[in-house]
């Protein structure tokens, strides 16, 4: 059944006609930080000012129509970035509407690993310690998943970090293919387990109208994303408002450089200023980096924040395989795929003491969906290929250096990135081709993700308790001006081997108190 969206008071949106704006709380960006801490402040007695660059996205047919999403990029917003080693153009995995890359995600919303906040030994090196711990920011992953309606099945997971609560939602179940290959795996020794996710999908019906979902947007609403879960509740509040279409090209200070005063964006082609008391820059790990980096004064010459050295350094992105896996003689007539998950070799593979990575499902391949990567191969043949397969998605941890960075040429954001960790990541691709292949599917297919699958970006501002070593503290407030906090992926210290989204979603549930007391 197709779940309505939540009407928005007129007296929450804001005129882009006004020349000055004022409010106590200022937050850049929408997507799954910026959203789900606006939703937590609609309480605080604050009032907040969320700035978005995007619009609402059209709940429209072509959102599930493959060709108009994946061929045509109907939906994609943002101008190319540069890639900092080959100097070329590319199209980033950023999307700039109400919600943020949340409207494009596959809902996938698992919690990090007690471990992937410590100290961890990986094949090319140490996955650095977070200045909170598991046990911290537990609860708040009870609260984000339950504003985030998130389906699971505890126990399942030989990885699972321990819960004080469980699932709110009960697990997808699998239809018959995937239930097949997860009991052809079990007879393998390994561990499938239903994927925690957030789409809401209660009938076949609903499962073959989001059978795109992953990647594209959900037409009916069924997915829980930051417009529709958060944004929307949260400006039932008086005291939240909403500015779209709002490009935040620079942050402005005082005299002396201590403290933020106001936002300088770009309103239909108009400069507008927006004044607060604080400032929260949550618009992905690329965009919040460049922000920052525009920002740049003659207090703060190498951009705001920046006393470390270290704003737009320690990028990350994870090591990514699209896996798919073909049975000639079998169709897979699966309408929602995503609900399987494997992580036997999430902390270490069977021949070794290191992290190999994560698999999961991906929503339904179609033709269309990998013409852009094969633009050689006719789409029916496409089809008929993906008619009989299992599709499949790969993670393996990208670790922290110091020369992955973004910086800017000309204002646009330049991402210089070379992968490590990728032997890790080859070995997790072989296990899982081999389990593929005895589970009945002959013929693997794989595309190993570059630059421009960059939607799990995170690091480039980091958080810590030591302001040498550091950008943010611990509650993600930089140490450098006090009214200026980063509240997005950004501050991850480390990329983990998992979604970062629901992560993102419980730090900014964990420092909305600090936030709202200033």
């Known amino acids: 059944m197709r779940e309505d969206l939540i009407e928005i008071p007129d007296r929450a949106l804001v005129s882009p006609g006004d020349s000055v704006i004022s409010t106590d709380i200022l937050v850049v960006g929408s997507g799954m930080g910026g959203g789900t801490l606006a939703w937590a402040l609609r309480n605080s007695g604050r009032e907040v000012l969320i700035v978005e660059r995007g619009a609402f996205l059209p709940r429209e047919p072509e959102n599930s129509q493959p060709d108009q999403v994946f061929v045509s990029g109907r939906y994609k917003t943002a101008s190319p970035w540069l890639d900092g080693a080959t100097k070329r153009q590319f199209q980033p995995g950023a999307y700039y509407w109400v919600g943020g890359n949340t409207k494009m995600y596959g809902a996938c919303l698992p919690r990090f690993r007690e471990d992937d906040f410590e100290e961890t030994t990986h094949e090319d090196g140490i996955s650095p310690r977070w200045p909170f711990s598991y046990a911290d920011l537990e609860p708040f992953y009870v609260q984000a998943e339950k504003l985030y309606q998130v389906h699971g099945r505890a126990g399942e997971d030989p990885s699972d970090p321990p819960r004080s609560e469980d699932y709110p939602a009960v697990a997808l179940e699998h239809e018959p293919e995937i239930q097949r290959l997860a009991e052809r795996l079990q ?131 994870h090591n990514s395989t699209f896996f798919i896996a073909i049975n000639p003689f079998r169709r897979n007539r699966t309408a929602w795929q995503k609900t399987l998950g494997i992580n036997d070799w999430y902390w270490r593979g069977p021949d070794g003491d290191v992290p190999l990575g994560s698999v999961q499902m991906l929503g339904k391949l179609q033709g269309a969906m990998i013409k852009s990567a094969r633009r050689w191969i006719p789409t029916w043949m496409l089809n008929m290929a993906t008619r009989r397969s299992i599709d499949m998605f790969l993670l393996t941890e990208d670790l922290p250096r110091y020369d992955n960075r973004v910086t800017l040429t000309g204002g646009r954001p330049t991402v210089t990135w070379t ?24 013929i693997v297919l794989t595309e190993r993700m570059g630059i421009s699958s960059d939607s799990h970006m995170c690091g480039t501002a980091v958080a810590g308790n030591d302001p040498k070593r550091s950008v943010l503290d611990k509650n993600c407030r930089t140490h450098d001006i006090p009214n200026l906090w980063v509240v997005d992926g950004s501050f991850f210290p480390s990329s983990a081997g998992l979604n970062p989204a629901l992560t993102i979603a419980a730090n900014a549930l964990r420092v909305a108190p600090e936030i709202a007391k200033g």
């Open 419 to 442: 992968p490590n960790n990728v032997g890790a990541h080859r070995r997790l691709t072989e296990l899982l081709s081999s389990a593929v292949r005895k589970a009945g599917y002959p």
């Open 187 to 317: 007879k393998q020794g390994l561990s499938p387990f239903h994927m925690p996710n957030g789409m809401n999908l209660d009938t076949l019906e609903e499962r073959r109208r989001n059978t795109t979902a992953d990647g594209s947007p959900s037409e009916d609403g069924t997915k829980s994303d930051a417009e529709n879960r958060a944004i929307r509740p949260a400006l039932q509040s008086d005291t939240v408002r909403l500015l779209t279409g709002a490009f935040v090209e620079k942050l402005l200070t005082n005299e002396d450089g201590t403290r933020v005063v106001a936002a300088e964006a770009i309103v239909d082609g108009r400069r507008r200023r927006i004044e607060a008391n604080q400032f929260v820059v949550s618009a992905g790990a690329v965009n919040s980096a460049a922000l920052l980096l525009r920002s740049a004064s003659d207090e703060h010459p190498d951009g705001l924040a920046n006393s470390s050295g270290l704003l737009g350094r320690n990028y990350m992105q």
